[in-house]
């Protein structure tokens, strides 16, 4: 694709609910990684792919939080029994390697509110 | 771990004029990357410049260049010839020299160009 595609653009859920989020990062782009950027901060890494291989989750701020990227191109952010900490932008990166002279292209982000 | 600090949470400056913005980093890594990142209310995040550490000549990109001093530990943007549509939030970025290696933000500075 020409960029990052992330959807859902926006959510609401309920406190409680599980939800899904989507990223199709750059066709052919090894490198994926998530982040979470709360109102008013800068983004905080959750986590990083290789291909399918995920590589650090150190950042993933509880076991409610679980990302995937099964066939090493789509990524699948989910969130279970959402909280109200948990609203926030979720915005996803790719990058055409791990060699870090890639350029690292982001998403428009998932806007979450859990209300 | 990695400390980006922006001091500035807001600056602004008139059409056409010069306005720099201040970031300053901790880290023990010898080996790193430091960024620039402008985020504009649809969130997504645009590389604006990058800087190698091992570099000792500053960055430029256009109307965009940095101030590295390295040893003080200091990433300062410089926009000249300020245009409306630089108006958006500008994030300092820290990223170690390895492969998969995450970026660390600052809190950003909101930064308005006045017409």
């Known amino acids: 694709g020409a960029g990052v595609s992330q959807s859902p653009r926006y959510k609401v859920a309920k406190r409680g609910q599980d939800v899904a989020l989507r990223c199709d990062p750059i066709?052919?782009?090894?490198?994926l990684f998530w982040y979470q950027q709360a109102l008013g901060q800068g983004p905080e890494f959750l986590t990083y792919f290789q291909n399918e291989a995920q590589l650090d989750k150190s950042g993933l701020p509880s076991d409610r939080f679980f990302a995937e990227r099964p066939e090493g191109s789509v990524s699948t952010l989910k969130i279970q029994r959402t909280q109200q900490e948990d609203s926030a932008v979720y915005l996803c990166?790719?990058?055409?390697?791990?060699?870090?002279?890639?350029?690292?292209?982001f998403g428009e982000g998932s806007w979450l509110t859990v209300v | 771990a990695q400390t980006v600090t922006q001091s500035q949470p807001e600056m602004s400056v008139q059409e056409a004029e010069t306005v720099t913005l201040s970031c300053t980093y901790d880290t023990s890594e010898n080996n790193y990357y430091l960024f620039w990142y402008k985020q504009p209310p649809s969130r997504q995040m645009i590389l604006v410049i990058r800087?190698?550490?091992?570099?000792?000549q500053n960055a430029t990109e256009n109307r965009f260049s940095v101030n590295f001093q390295k040893a003080a530990k200091s990433f300062s943007l410089k926009i000249s010839d300020s245009q409306l549509g630089d108006t958006a939030m500008y994030f300092c970025a820290f990223m170690k020299g390895a492969s998969g290696s995450r970026l660390t933000f600052g809190e950003g500075t909101q930064l308005t160009v006045n017409p």
């Open positions: 800087q190698e550490a091992y570099k000792q």
């Open positions: 990166a790719s990058s055409l390697a791990a060699e870090l002279r890639n350029t690292i292209y």
């Open positions: 066709s052919g782009h090894v490198s």
